[in-house]
Every structure is written in C-alpha cells, then in structure tokens.
C-alpha cells in the first residue's frame, strides 16, 4: 500500500474545468495509477487509468475531455477535466496498484490496493 493525497477538488460551472492533484511515492517498477469517481447514490466507477507502460484508459463516458497524466520528473499525476458536465459531480479518488493496469483495473476498483481519501467535485449546470 501507498500514501496517495488528492487536491483541486471544488466547484465550477458546466462546460468549464477543474485540474486534480495526486500526490504519491512508490517503490515499485510497475504500476498502474488511476482515478475513480463516486456520485451520490451510485456506484464508484473508474475515470482514468495510467500504466508504467505508458498505455492510457478512459471511461466513454470521460474520453475525449479528461486527460491523465504524470507530472513532469515526479511520480504525483493530475487528471485534467475539461468541458465539465453536472454528471461529472462526484468524490473523486485518486488510486495506485503495484502491477501494470489492465483493462480490469478501470472496470473493477478491487483491483486498486491504494486508495486517497477523495476530494469532492460539484459541477453545476
């Protein structure tokens, strides 16, 4: 298990953007970091994820106007989430395993050993 630490949660109006923070250290030489998101009432569903490997996943839902990535020389990484829609409120939680992502870690969150405690993003319309 790592320590992950999210911040830029908040709140902005529909079509506008919002920039996540993960803060995290790991030993390992494979990974896969992600983010999962939580709406009121509903399932947590994966957004994101990030490979060692380099390769990238988007949920459909997020393709196309979020974008994960590593920040430059550190191991933190940020999702960017452009043209933001009030569906798009939730917790959001940024998340690390210690094995290369596949496909089953955006589908499944019991592949992530590693969870931040969330932050909380409110998009209105």
């Known amino acids: 298990h790592v320590e992950l630490v999210e911040s830029g949660g908040g709140s902005a109006e529909g079509v506008g953007s919002l920039r996540l923070s993960c803060d995290v250290s790991y030993p390992y030489p494979n990974w896969c970091l992600g983010w999962f998101r939580q709406a009121q009432d509903k399932e947590r569903e994966g957004v994101a994820t990030l490979s060692s490997t380099g390769t990238i996943s988007y949920a459909p839902s997020v393709k196309g106007r979020f974008t994960i990535a590593q920040d430059n020389g550190k191991k933190s990484f940020h999702l960017q989430m452009n043209a933001l829609k009030p569906e798009d409120s939730a917790v959001y939680y940024c998340?690390?395993?210690?094995?290369?992502?596949?496909?089953?870690?955006?589908?499944?969150?019991?592949?992530?050993?590693?969870w931040g405690k969330g932050t909380l993003v409110t998009i209105s319309s």
């Open positions: 998340v690390f395993d210690s094995e290369r992502c596949r496909p089953a870690h955006l589908d499944d969150h019991n592949y992530m050993d590693s």
